[in-house]
């Protein structure tokens, strides 16, 4: 019976980690570490609103997502904390499709038309009516349409099923092999693109969240995950983004490891600088959601 009881407590406890945005750059940090961390246990979705619907359920202890959505939650009074950032920007642009570049040239010109977002609801769904409002239009005055991450979004901005589409580096770089330069609305793929879309060189983007009940119970399981993302963090910045890319699964790439090599360079430089999320980096947030100024920061130090 004492061997059963000892085996019980030495075996590992595993954090249950889901990726809001399956096979995205914004999300390479904690792929890497649960390679070297053999408590992770990974569960991908297909885009940021099902993955948080999986943490409000209980069915993951942790969510790889971003800050407006924690912001975003918490205004419905749920309780979810964010413990630690992984990159200063979502990532992302606004890019224009090959088909509809001639009568798109401004935010202005989206009115009416249909854009490309991971999922209904997630964080390129936020941009995208981020930057109609800063257009002085109304979200609705758009077609929101899911078209997932990497060869799903390629595919629908190739064959004009969307008009427009808020991507990643990746499909970006990979549209414009066979398109030549796309037309960008907005972009925040570098710390300029940043500071010109925000107003802050840094924008929360990816971070480690979850309930305050779990964090309140498993504070030093934080800290090892938040360690362990940070550890791989550096990792990347010592390392060049070929080996990166040695590390990563083909599906991941969809055939063009090329592209997928470049974006990760590109994204290298955004990786978080500290540990926190400043008031400036949050009030970027709270102005992007269009939330009260009141609104209270969502980051919590565990460490």
Known sequence: MLGGLTAACSRPHFVRVGIAAQQSISQVPVYLAAQDARTIE????????????????GSIDVLSGYYTQALQVRAQERAIDVFFPIYDSLLIALAVSPAA????????????????????????????????RRAGLQPAEATPVAIGTAARAVAAIDRGIVDAGVVTDFTIRYLEKKHGPLRLLADTRTR???????????????????????????REQAKELANAVGQAMQWMRQHTPDELTARMPPEHYGGDREAYLAANAGALPLLARAATIDEAAHRSAVEFLALPATTPSAFREVS
Do not use: C, Y
């Not at 009568?103 to 999922?119: H, M």
């Open 42 to 57: 990974l569960t991908d979705f297909p885009g940021a609103s099902k993955g948080m619907e999986a943490l409000l359920g």
């Open 192 to 218: 300029d693109g940043v500071q010109t879309t925000h107003g802050a060189s840094a924008f929360p983007g990816t971070v480690l969240m979850a309930s305050r009940q779990w964090l309140d119970a498993n």
């Open 101 to 132: 570049r001639d009568r798109i040239q401004t935010p202005r010109d989206l009115k009416g038309v249909r854009i490309g977002v991971t999922t209904l609801g997630s964080a390129t769904h936020q941009f995208a009516d981020f930057l109609l």
